[in-house]
């Protein structure tokens, strides 16, 4: 049974019957969760907002080079390093990709280039993939880059 207008209410969101006056009695109307989670969205939302419109520094180069590309896919053997699970896709490579995408802050480096196909660079797109993706892609490289050759896949842009 809900508590009368004139007793204190002593549920677990009463902090609201603390706001100030400011609101002019606007919250008494509103029951205390309905409040509590209004602001939750709000400050979620406004969090999304800032962390969406500040991707960090780009690298100013957006291209890879010649002699990158050529590395890139000698190391690759020619083939697409994408794939699905455990199976590497068996196209051969014609694109040089940021595997962090450089969009969202990627560097144009050899520790984030990947050799794709056309149809696994387009799926791919600016997605940034997961730690379980780079995880099989850095396990994949260990078995046909050659030896010496850090198979880290992923580099982020910093100023330094």
Known sequence: ???????????????T???PGALGGLLD??????VFVAALLAVFAVMGAVSRGRPGP????RLFS???RREGFDRA????????????????AHHGDHWYPW???????MANFVAACRKCNLSKGAKVPGSWETMLLESRRRKYFPAGVSTKAGERFSQR
């Open 1 to 15: 049974m809900p508590p009368a207008p004139d007793e204190p209410r002593t549920d677990l969101l009463s902090f």
């Open 17 to 19: 019957n603390d706001v």
């Open 29 to 34: 109307a509103v029951p205390a969760p309905v």
């Open 58 to 61: 780009k690298d100013p180069t």
């Open 66 to 68: 010649a002699n990158q």
């Open 77 to 92: 053997g020619g083939q697409c390093e994408l794939g699905t699970f455990f199976r590497r896709c068996r196209r051969p």
């Open 103 to 109: 969009s969202k802050g990627g560097s144009t480096s």
